[in-house]
């Protein structure tokens, strides 16, 4: 009997949900340690510890509420799918409409008319076929053999939210890194004196065993992942600067120029939009969707033939 090993992928959903309980256990035993059990007591101080405990609980509220914003956002939101019966534009629809698509070695024979705008860029239609979906793939695009379809502009399936990484989540992924970084962060630098205290507490007993071990796993966890998250900030800003996809690092090292990168303003855009006051928020405005085609995820701007 052959083994579908595609098949199997998809049990890393039930893998998934468990995160999703992890991340819920995290927040809360960071929520009691460092709001309930050490930061909010301080609040009956009065003078500068209150003051202190005020900016720290405000700030671990504000970074917790947009944290679990742009998680939920990623869980929860479509990254992308392909349209049905999708096809790509012909080269009159493209000149009408004033853009066009970009195209590589899979393109199909009906799709190859180019076009060049005045600015050094071209579009043109780059299409591929997904055999397991019986469908064209707009460029970019790629089949998740855990989600078992094709997702637009696809980065990676995360199993931390059950879901893919792609056109329409990214920035929320993006902010959701961000934020937890900053928190894990912040719960590590206020718990430390707690943490330092902890042995001589323990010995002298001025604490019960138990708060004492939810501040020092709370601590070493927050310390962890406050590592952890700082490489993983590094390599997203690397490939939001270049305008990669996680799963396109291969093809852009083969390449002497990436053909999407664009410079680094047009490349944040394309995932950020132009609207400064959503910039740190999981919401994109109607008016970037309209006018930047890449957030939609089906047509991308490329560098010129010459120029890539």
């Given at each position: 009997m052959e083994i579908n090993l595609f098949r199997l992928c998809t049990g890393l959903k039930a893998i998934g949900y468990f995160m999703i309980l992890l991340v819920a256990a995290i927040v809360s035993v960071s929520y009691y340690a460092v709001v309930v059990l050490t930061?909010?007591?301080?609040?009956?101080?009065g003078g500068l510890h209150s003051v202190l405990a005020i900016v720290i609980i405000v700030l671990f509220h504000f970074l917790l509420i947009m944290l679990l914003w742009s998680?939920?956002?990623?869980?929860?939101?479509?990254?992308?799918?392909?349209?049905?019966?999708w096809k790509p534009?012909?080269?009159?629809?493209?000149?009408?409409?004033?853009?066009?698509?970009?195209?590589?070695?899979?393109t199909a024979p009906e799709a190859s008319t180019s076009i060049h705008s005045t600015d050094g860029q071209e579009r043109r239609p780059e299409v591929g076929y997904c055999s397991r979906c019986q469908n064209a793939k707009p460029p970019r695009c790629h089949h998740c053999s855990v989600c078992q379809r094709c997702v637009l502009k696809m980065d990676h399936h995360c199993v931390w939210v059950v879901n893919c990484v792609g056109?329409?989540?990214y920035k929320s992924f993006l902010l959701f890194l961000l934020y937890t970084f900053l928190e894990t962060t912040m719960d590590t630098l206020v718990l430390l004196p707690h943490f330092i205290n902890f042995f001589s507490e323990a010995k002298s007993h001025s604490t019960s065993p138990g708060n004492l071990a939810?501040?020092?796993?709370?601590?070493?966890l927050n310390l962890a992942f406050s590592l952890s998250l700082l490489c993983f900030v590094v390599m997203h800003v690397s490939l939001l600067s270049s305008n990669t996809t996680s799963v396109e690092v291969y093809?852009?090292?083969?390449?002497?120029?990436?053909?999407?990168?664009?410079?680094?303003?047009?490349?944040?855009?394309?995932?950020?939009?132009?609207?400064?006051?959503?910039w740190f928020f999981p919401l994109l405005s109607k008016e970037d969707l309209d006018n930047i085609p890449a957030l939609r995820g089906l047509e991308f701007p490329t560098l010129s033939d010459n120029e890539a």
């Open positions: 930061w909010g007591p301080e609040l009956l101080r998680y939920f956002m990623v869980v929860f939101r479509d990254p992308g799918s392909v349209p049905e019966n534009p012909t080269p009159e629809e493209i000149l009408e409409a004033g853009s066009s698509l970009t195209s590589s070695e899979n056109a329409s989540n939810v501040v020092f796993v709370t601590f070493v093809e852009k090292r083969r390449s002497t120029r990436w053909k999407y990168d664009l410079g680094r303003k047009k490349n944040f855009e394309q995932v950020f939009g132009t609207k400064k006051a959503l």
